[in-house]
């Protein structure tokens, strides 16, 4: 009799072990990719006025106004900490004023909740840096997009660089750097 309920109750139990574990880790994310390829913002084009009628055409051509181009802050080269992860970071600010952080050639693993942060945190290779990006003020500017490509992660307009010195792909469930860029002026 006594078998009867162990047995069950051991499955049950087996059963909620490999269901939290399964959530929690996400096994199936070694296995997975996507990649993302996005252009750098485009300037805003100024609106063509409406050409007039004049009596006598102009001899000389009109001049064309250069267009303008993304200014580069920062820049920064992934490590890898806790997975393989290789690319380019770029703060560009736009024409318009407003900021934006760029990967160029990312490619990392795949992982359950990964963010773009922002961090103060100074970038140490090998095992003692996956950690120390939570310790200190970070600005979280968003899920990772993909884990390959080129992606653009807009800055908000009160946040101070100056305030920032690394760029980390921070795993939020297990609290842990995928990988680092030192941000350099």
Excluded at 129 to 142: K, R
């Amino acid at each position: 009799m006594r078998k009867r309920v162990v047995i069950p109750a051991l499955l049950l139990v087996a059963v909620i072990a490999v269901s939290v574990g399964l959530y929690l880790f996400q096994p199936w994310r070694i296995f997975t990719s996507s990649t993302l390829i996005e252009d750098v913002p485009a300037a805003a084009t100024p609106a063509a006025t409406p050409a007039t009628e004049s009596a006598a055409p102009s001899a000389a051509p009109s001049a064309v106004a250069p267009v303008p181009v993304p200014r580069e802050l920062a820049t920064g080269r992934l490590i890898s900490h806790e997975h393989a992860s290789s690319g380019t970071v770029k703060i560009l600010e736009l024409p318009d004023g407003s900021r934006i952080l760029r990967f160029e050639g990312l490619d990392t693993s795949d992982g359950p909740d990964l963010h773009v942060w922002l961090t103060n945190a100074t970038v140490i290779e090998g095992s003692g840096g996956w950690y120390v990006f939570d310790d200190g003020a970070y600005l979280d500017l968003g899920a990772l997009k993909a884990n390959k490509g080129d992606q653009n992660y807009e800055i908000p307009a009160a946040a101070e660089l100056g305030d920032y010195s690394s760029v980390s792909i921070w795993c939020a469930r297990f609290a842990v750097s995928f990988a680092a860029a030192e941000l350099n002026t």
